[in-house]
């Protein structure tokens, strides 16, 4: 909740550094191929589950991502969010449309994560298209190794070399808004700091419930 809390915060600062969220008229049908079937999700229609008031894949994600810069579009589209299946199709655009503001904090238009992976795309759809499957990925065949979070996406898509992204997931205690802001705003996994050092309390992973309370 901290971490969700101090995203708030920052976000509204972020919307005067905003790029193009598209460059041309290029085909916006082009499948990402390896990418998509490497992380094992492709366009899956809403499931229809009438019990979901919310969901919490990846940290940051809906906060960042789901019309974070609309704020007539964002109580409504965040409700739909909620309430759908992973990798609906429908938040694509949605999500581009931030990225395109994350891209441009550091004032270069075009270095975040996967914004030339495909030439025949939408400079956003690519990292749109992994970011829509809101999940945790774990690499469980690593036994021993520490979790990095979004280290099996950066894996997959080349951001890191082969087991460079340690055995992904997130542990309690990892700054992972940090984490985010460095992809969604310079394609990198740390490097763009969030000027929050800490929590206000300690987490103990060695003890349970692990987490501080609220």
Do not use: W
Request: charged share 25%.
């Amino acid at each position: 909740m901290k971490h969700s809390l101090k995203l708030a915060l920052l976000l509204p600062l972020l919307v005067s550094f905003g790029c193009k969220s598209d460059d041309d008229d290029r085909d916006t049908e082009t499948a990402t191929g390896n990418l998509e079937g490497a992380l094992g999700k492709a366009n899956r229609p809403e499931t229809p589950l009438s019990a979901r008031i919310d969901r919490a894949g990846r940290p940051a994600i809906s906060a960042a991502l789901i019309s974070t810069f609309n704020p007539a579009e964002r109580t409504a589209d965040l409700d739909r969010y909620n309430r759908s299946g992973n990798a609906n199709p429908t938040f694509i655009p949605i999500i581009e449309q931030s990225l395109a503001v994350l891209d441009g904090l550091d004032q270069d238009c075009g270095n975040q994560l996967l914004a030339d992976f495909n030439p025949d795309q939408r400079r956003y759809e690519p990292l749109a298209r992994v970011l829509v499957d809101d999940q945790l990925y774990v690499q469980s065949d690593r036994p021993g190794t520490a979790s990095a979070y979004l280290g099996v996406e950066a894996e997959v898509v080349g951001a890191v070399p082969e087991r460079g992204g340690a055995g992904g997931g997130r542990a309690p205690g990892e700054d992972v808004i940090e984490r985010s802001y460095s992809v969604l705003v310079a394609g990198q996994l740390r490097g763009i700091d969030d000027n929050v050092p800490s929590d206000a309390d300690d987490t103990n992973i060695d003890e349970f419930p692990f987490l501080a309370e609220p």
